[in-house]
């Protein structure tokens, strides 16, 4: 069913300048609009619509609405920041790694097949980046991978951004709002993503490489057997699950498992550790990031007076899922047939690929 759409101002690709003076003017305007204070420069202040000539003279202008911002681009952007690692392999996945000049909030290491490519590219924050910062490299786009990483006291404001000749996308999958949320976050919606990134960029022909890859690796998985499943993302006192309209519940219900909280209507969602004590489930899938790894969440379990007596405790029966691999983008497909293919596992008493220490 074709969702609901809500229409603002429109946000313009505008051409890259590499003037040290444009850059002056950019820092200048935001802090002007960040401190909403008056002040004057004497260089021009950027057009409110400025487009690059550069591009190829095949391509086609696009103009999405995305999360309910309107985003026109007359040429494919050729300085990009990406924040939030599923923007940047998503990027890299595409063959579009010379467009990056700046990556921002890593959950965790590139895979191999792709680390090569990022490695000379600037790693501007270790979270969000600050607008300075991000304005220091000079971004045609900002690609972000959560609504949230666009706000006054991160990147900045999808508007003052698009009023500096910068403009925004954001990942569907991640848009938050009714009419805009997928609900429930499916396939179709991660490889929708893939093909509409490939557009942006002028890239059809990639995309749908990727897209073919993705598909292949789907068709070939063996779903499990419907061992239940708790995703514990993050939290120790109040852990933070899969819920069941997001990533979680569609690599979970694509590797044959069923998600214990899947009747929660969100992605994730907080719970008590006597919920999961109650359910037992049959498997832990514990997500692997940056700043709570699953050798942390293993620890944790083994202490706990009332978790380390559950099963998949006892058993050690636990799945690992690299954290840029639990939210929509070029890895799900691979990280769903890990899924699958460890439960097998798990059934049979064989040792569990651990995707973490893959490439």
């Given at each position: 069913?074709?969702?609901?759409?809500?229409?603002?101002?429109?946000?313009?690709?505008?051409?890259?300048?590499?003037?040290?003076?444009?850059?002056?003017?950019?820092?200048?305007?935001?802090?002007?609009?960040?401190?909403?204070?008056?002040?004057?420069?004497?260089?021009?202040?950027?057009?409110?619509?400025?487009?690059?000539?550069?591009?190829?003279?095949?391509?086609?202008?696009?103009?999405?609405?995305?999360?309910?911002t309107e985003v026109t681009f007359d040429a494919p952007p050729q300085r990009v920041v990406a924040i939030k690692s599923s923007t940047t392999e998503m990027l890299l996945?595409?063959?579009?790694?010379?467009?990056?000049?700046?990556?921002?909030?890593?959950?965790?290491?590139?895979?191999?097949?792709?680390?090569?490519?990022?490695?000379?590219?600037?790693?501007?924050?270790?979270?969000?980046?600050?607008?300075?910062?991000?304005?220091?490299?000079?971004?045609?786009?900002?690609?972000?991978?959560?609504?949230?990483?666009?706000?006054?006291?991160?990147?900045?404001?999808?508007?003052?951004?698009?009023?500096?000749?910068?403009?925004?996308?954001?990942?569907?999958?991640?848009?938050?709002?009714?009419?805009?949320?997928?609900?429930?976050?499916?396939?179709?919606?991660?490889?929708?993503?893939?093909?509409?990134?490939?557009?942006?960029?002028?890239?059809?022909?990639?995309?749908?490489?990727?897209?073919?890859?993705?598909?292949?690796?789907?068709?070939?998985?063996?779903?499990?057997?419907?061992?239940?499943?708790?995703?514990?993302?993050s939290g120790t006192d109040t852990p933070y699950v899969g819920a069941g309209i997001g990533a979680p519940q569609m690599l979970l219900e694509t590797a044959g498992l069923?998600?214990?909280?899947?009747?929660?209507?969100?992605?994730?969602?907080?719970?008590?550790?006597?919920?999961?004590?109650?359910?037992?489930?049959?498997?832990?899938?514990?997500?692997?990031?940056?700043?709570?790894?699953?050798?942390?969440?293993?620890?944790?379990?083994?202490?706990?007076?009332?978790?380390?007596?559950?099963?998949?405790?006892?058993?050690?029966?636990?799945?690992?899922?690299?954290?840029?691999?639990?939210?929509?983008?070029?890895?799900?497909?691979?990280?769903?047939?890990?899924?699958?293919?460890?439960?097998?596992?798990?059934?049979?008493?064989?040792?569990?690929?651990?995707?973490?220490?893959?490439?």
């Open positions: 069913m074709p969702r609901a759409r809500r229409r603002t101002p429109r946000v313009t690709a505008s051409p890259p300048r590499t003037s040290t003076g444009r850059r002056s003017v950019l820092v200048a305007v935001a802090s002007c609009t960040l401190l909403l204070a008056s002040c004057t420069t004497n260089a021009p202040a950027p057009g409110p619509s400025a487009t690059r000539s550069s591009g190829p003279a095949s391509y086609a202008p696009v103009t999405l609405d995305n999360c309910g996945a595409l063959g579009l790694a010379d467009t990056l000049v700046g990556t921002a909030f890593a959950d965790g290491p590139l895979p191999e097949r792709w680390a090569d490519d990022a490695a000379d590219v600037p790693v501007l924050s270790d979270k969000v980046p600050g607008q300075e910062a991000l304005l220091e490299v000079e971004p045609d786009l900002v690609y972000a991978g959560w609504e949230s990483n666009l706000s006054a006291d991160g990147a900045g404001e999808r508007s003052t951004l698009g009023a500096l000749g910068i403009a925004t996308y954001v990942s569907p999958s991640a848009c938050k709002e009714p009419g805009y949320q997928p609900d429930p976050l499916t396939f179709d919606d991660v490889l929708h993503e893939i093909r509409e990134v490939g557009d942006v960029f002028g890239v059809p022909d990639a995309a749908a490489e990727v897209v073919a890859e993705q598909q292949a690796t789907l068709d070939a998985i063996e779903p499990a057997d419907g061992q239940t499943a708790v995703w514990w993302s069923t998600n214990v909280f899947a009747d929660v209507h969100d992605t994730w969602t907080s719970v008590g550790w006597e919920q999961v004590v109650s359910a037992d489930p049959d498997v832990l899938v514990l997500v692997d990031s940056a700043w709570n790894s699953a050798q942390k969440k293993k620890d944790f379990l083994a202490a706990h007076p009332a978790a380390s007596q559950l099963t998949a405790v006892r058993e050690q029966r636990y799945v690992v899922v690299p954290f840029a691999a639990s939210e929509a983008g070029v890895r799900n497909a691979q990280a769903a047939a890990d899924l699958a293919e460890a439960a097998r596992a798990l059934d049979m008493g064989t040792p569990v690929p651990d995707p973490t220490t893959q490439g």
